[in-house]
């Protein structure tokens, strides 16, 4: 501290803001500091001392790392600026906190060693100074100079002759890397491989860049982020080339970590976690210069959210406050360009995984041959038409090809307006359908759409969302909602409207995955029928073996609709959705309505169609969802046992939702503890996100590829948020 001594502002501080002495306000399920007590030790000191006693406290939390008293700083900073001098002193005064806290914690055990406040707290002060030092200081010092803004310039690379490596190629191992390509990025000794097939090439000699995020250094499902980026560079040369030798060269002959220490600092690993790359860099400077390679460009701001603002309409909202740039994706892994990898547990649209190479084959395959409309004569459609007409049960034999789930939905009404005649359509609450005119109107999900419910046109007539765990009915109640269903509907064909069509999920997806009541869809499309109107079943996110144990949702009531629409699953994530009703149904349609989509149903969207077919049955993920969702099911039931918060867990397979209560008794939606979750989440490597009008439930819904690792890696990182808090 001396050297700093002289620069640090002098005032009146408190002196221990800390846990202890912070008074919170509890409303909406989180805790808001709003007082703080115990003046006694009230006095003049540094101004910053202030700051380091409040982020020592931080550094104590269950799970904290010192780069968890980073977003502190900045808001520290954010009120009353910080100097450079002060922030170079931050660090140094934690741990001299932290020293503090053990010697005088002994010292108290040596006097009075009867005292359980005293004892008991020795073992987490010593465990809060082995945090504190867990870094060295020299790292944290630069880390918070980059928070606050306030880093110079970056070490000059020291002047000297560069060695003369020949035709040198730059290996780009970046999440957005040309040269890394789809799932490679798995396997060990890709780098090795890769600079090899390009001294192969001829190049003389092979050089990784500095202070790059390694795609190929991401470890899949690292609790913590795994060490990424690059501190120096490393090199393959064809022959031996001598190094100069200010460079620190680590490593055999044929591979070398070539790097650039500051004086004085301490030893600097070859790879260091994205959350302190700043901090490292610091020490290190760019050894390019001296290999004949060109200096590394600082990291751009990466200003991505501020340019999506500008071009993006507000309405369309991305996930997370502060999210990742998520820029790959394997399996059901995602990821970001820190070159941090994340558990994926929201895409149940990418069913297969994300970028599977057969469907990533297929498609390169059929763009080089042919893509036009479905109005030409060739085969894929047909037979993607057939296979999934094949799926279904009879008389659903006849397919329409669109390109997404609200247009499914849109045709559908369409259809059963014009096959019945009638004016009006009948849906569930709380519901989500899609965003087309049609498609929205029958959507009545607030969270979706805040004014859902007061805005529908007068043709869509809501029931109650069928909710067996929170509703007007609950458990074995539940049955009740079908005679209400029914008894709306007769009523509105009483008063001469009857509907054309009933639509619903036939799993309760908003809820979660919550099943309908036993014989909800049997009594309600009976009665539908018997007014004539038509069963439409949304089995856009439900269908397609998500559910395990059927493959479409309307299985599980055992009954078949008139008309059942599909997305998301059935391209991957390639835009393609579709429409099977009977062929009589369509034939009505023809007399009196017109279908023409350009896109749907193209010869790329059929094969990747067929594909995703062709996958799911050779891969079994149908089976697979049936067999980890169970797993998974049976591991966050464990965890409700332990955890108050979780009211109930809702589902089927892969599609469940854990649903967070503040009281069991009352069912008071846990809204604001689910947002905070999902982001604590995210930092344990993990995304997910709400559901349900409430956004209390956890919506659980992977790739169906998902592995018993990565449902107990999820379960895990649940397990600790709930036990550490949030
Ligand atoms: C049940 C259901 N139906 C329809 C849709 C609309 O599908 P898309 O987003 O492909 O238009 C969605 C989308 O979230 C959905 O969940």
């Known amino acids: 501290m001396e050297p700093l001594a002289g620069r640090l502002p002098w005032q009146a501080v408190h002196g221990d803001v800390t846990d202890d002495n912070v008074v919170c306000r509890a409303g909406r399920g989180l805790r808001t500091p709003d007082g703080i007590i115990d003046f006694g030790d009230l006095t003049s000191s540094w101004a910053v001392g202030e700051l380091a006693v409040a982020i020592t406290s931080v550094l104590r939390h269950a799970g904290a790392e010192p780069c968890s008293v980073l977003p502190a700083v900045r808001a520290f900073g954010g009120l009353r600026p910080l100097s450079a001098a002060e922030a170079a002193a931050l660090w140094p005064l934690v741990v001299l ?41 020299e790292v944290m010092t630069g880390l918070i100079l980059a928070e606050l803004g306030l880093s110079g310039e970056s070490l000059p690379t020291p002047p000297g002759a560069a060695v003369d490596l020949g035709r040198c190629a730059v290996l780009d191992l970046s999440v957005v890397s040309g040269t890394v390509d789809e799932g490679a990025w798995l396997e060990p000794g890709l780098e090795d491989r890769l600079a090899a097939a390009l ?75 994205p959350e302190y ?61 820190d070159g941090r990898v994340y558990l994926d547990m929201v895409n149940n649209v990418a069913v297969l995984g994300h970028s599977h190479p057969r469907v990533e084959a297929a498609v390169a395959r059929q763009l080089r041959r042919l893509n036009t409309n479905s109005r030409f004569n060739y085969a894929s459609v047909v037979e993607f038409s057939e296979r999934l007409a094949g799926l279904l ?71 109650d969302a069928p909710n067996s765990y929170r509703g007007r009915y609950r458990g074995p109640e539940s049955v009740r909602y079908c005679a209400d269903a029914v008894l709306a509907i007769g009523e509105l064909a009483g008063r001469g409207r009857p509907p054309a069509a009933f639509l619903a999920e036939p799993f309760y997806g908003n809820a979660g995955g919550m099943p309908l009541p036993d014989g909800y869809l049997a ?160 930092e344990l490597g993990v995304i997910i996100q709400p559901t349900s009008d409430r956004m209390c439930v956890l919506k659980i819904k992977p790739p169906l590829c998902l592995d018993v690792a990565g449902a107990d890696f999820f379960a895990g990182a649940l397990d600790r948020v709930l036990a550490e808090g949030f």
Not at 279 to 298: Q, R, Y
Not at 408 to 423: F, I
């Open 97 to 137: 906190r932290a020293a503090v806290l053990v010697v005088s914690g002994e010292q108290q055990a040596a006097i009075d060693g009867v005292n359980d406040y005293v004892t008991g707290a020795l073992e987490h002060e010593r465990r809060l100074f082995e945090r504190a030092v867990s870094v060295p200081a």
């Open 199 to 273: 001294l192969a090439e001829g190049y003389d000699a092979v050089a990784t860049r500095f202070g790059e995020a390694r795609l190929t250094r991401s470890r899949v499902l690292a609790g913590v982020s795994p060490a990424t980026v690059a501190t120096g560079i490393d090199l393959w040369t064809a022959r031996p080339v001598e190094l100069p030798d200010r460079l620190t060269v680590r490593g055999d002959g044929t591979r070398r970590h070539v790097s650039l220490p500051a004086e004085g600092a301490p030893e600097v690993p070859e790879l260091v976690r």
């Open 277 to 337: 790359a700043a901090g490292w860099l610091s020490l290190v400077a760019d050894p390019g210069p001296l290999l004949g390679l060109p200096a590394a460009s600082p990291p751009a701001a990466d200003d991505l959210l501020n340019r999506r603002q500008a071009s993006f309409a507000s309405v369309q909202e991305h996930y997370f406050a502060d999210p990742p740039r998520i820029e790959r994706g394997w399996r059901h892994h995602l990821a970001a360009t």
């Open 393 to 463: 049960p009879a008389p659903l034999d006849t397919v329409f090809m669109v390109n997404s789930g609200s247009e499914a939905v849109d045709l559908a009404l369409r259809l059963a307006l014009v096959a019945t005649g009638h004016q009006d359509v009948v849906a569930v609450r709380e519901a989500y359908h899609g965003w087309t005119y049609a498609s929205d109107a029958v959507s009545t999900s607030t969270a979706d759409n805040p004014s859902a419910l007061s805005t529908r046109p007068p043709w869509v007539h809501a029931v």
């Open 523 to 682: 009594a309600v499309y009976a009665e539908v029928r018997r007014h004539g109107g038509l069963a439409i079943a949304d089995e856009i996110q439900v269908g397609y073996g998500r559910l395990g144990r059927w493959f479409w949702g309307f299985e599980q009531q055992g009954v078949v609709p008139d008309i059942v629409t599909v997305a998301k699953a059935t391209g991957n994530g390639y835009p393609l959705g579709a429409v099977v009703t009977s062929r009589a149904i369509a034939e009505r349609y023809r007399d009196a309505g017109y279908f023409f989509s350009s896109t749907g149903g193209s010869p790329v969207s059929s094969v990747v169609g067929l594909t995703v077919l062709d996958v799911i049955g050779d891969e079994g993920l149908q089976a697979n969802a049936a067999r980890v969702g169970a797993h998974l099911k049976a591991r966050l039931e464990e965890l409700a046992v332990r955890h108050a918060l979780i009211g109930a867990v809702h589902g089927s397979g892969l599609y469940l939702g854990v649903e967070f209560v503040r009281d069991r008794g009352t069912l008071e939606p846990a809204t604001e503890e689910t947002m905070a979750i999902c982001d604590r989440m995210l």
